[in-house]
Nanobody, 124 residues
């Protein structure tokens, strides 16, 4: 089992930055690809970014590419999402997730473990 806890969300003005963190506990963290997803009321949970277990391979949604950066520090059991040039449309609850299959997926149902979410609100 893997337990995930997100932090770092908050209120920021458009054009500002936030860094989200996801702290993991449990077995074999370094073997899990990780993803960040976001969800707004009435919508499905959408893929934002993913990273392989080595941290070498990354993938981003088109809407955030060039603005967001996903990274991981396996020694600290932590995954990050650096969010720059934030826009009001980035406002959402952000969730980190882990999956046992050694590949990045954009499908939320293919991730077995989830954090509780952290709210990001971008004002204009």
């Amino acid at each position: 089992q893997v337990q995930l806890v997100e932090s770092g969300g908050g209120l920021v003005q458009a054009g500002g930055s936030l860094r989200l963190s996801c702290s993991a506990s449990g077995r074999a963290f370094s073997n899990y690809p990780m993803g960040w997803f976001r969800q707004t009321p009435g919508r499905d949970r959408d893929f934002v970014a993913g990273i392989s277990w080595t941290g070498i391979s990354t993938r981003y949604a088109d809407s955030v590419k060039g603005r967001f950066t996903i990274s991981r520090d396996n020694a600290k059991n932590t995954v990050f999402l650096q969010m720059n040039s934030l826009k009001p449309e980035d406002t959402a609850a952000y969730y980190c997730a882990a999956r046992r299959t050694p590949a990045i997926s954009t499908r939320p149902y293919e991730y077995e473990y989830w954090g509780q979410g952290t709210q990001v609100t971008v004002s204009s």
